[in-house]
């Protein structure tokens, strides 16, 4: 079983930038067969997808963050990034890093996996 740590996160103003990320205690060659995902949850709303990369370096995004965060992965060092630019107050949310093996097609019929690995989880604060 796979174990996800994110790290990056805290404290920024609007407008401003961070990166997360999320390293896999997996070998590179194994790491490469995941696909890898950044969901959020914000207090009192439910989790939601904020950006999957999948093999082949097809990526899904979040319509609220559509133009601002870009997700990118390091197979290598089995790390994934999310860089999070323009940031608004609404994107304060405690973040999550996830790593899924099913089949692409599997992990879009769900908005929020409902299978897979997810790690212990990042905040982010996003203030005036």
């Known amino acids: 079983q796979v174990k996800l740590v994110e790290t990056g996160g805290g404290l920024a103003q609007v407008g401003g930038s961070l990166r997360l990320s999320c390293t896999a205690n997996?070998?590179?060659?194994?790491?490469?067969?995941?696909?890898m995902g950044w969901y959020r949850q914000a207090p009192d709303k439910e989790r939601e997808l904020v950006a999957r990369?999948?093999?082949?370096?097809?990526?899904d995004y979040g319509d609220s963050v559509k133009g601002r965060f870009t997700i990118s992965r390091d197979n290598s060092k089995s790390t994934v990034y999310l860089q999070m630019d323009g940031l608004k107050v609404e994107d304060t949310a405690v973040y999550y890093c996830?790593?899924?093996?099913?089949?692409?097609?599997?992990?879009?019929?769900?908005?929020?996996?409902?299978?897979?690995?997810w790690g212990q989880g990042i905040q982010v604060t996003v203030s005036l």
């Open positions: 997996t070998a590179p060659s194994l790491f490469t067969a995941y696909h």
């Open positions: 996830h790593a899924d093996m099913r089949p692409p097609a599997k992990i879009r019929e769900e908005q929020v996996p409902q299978f897979g690995q």
């Open positions: 990369t999948f093999y082949r370096d097809s990526t």
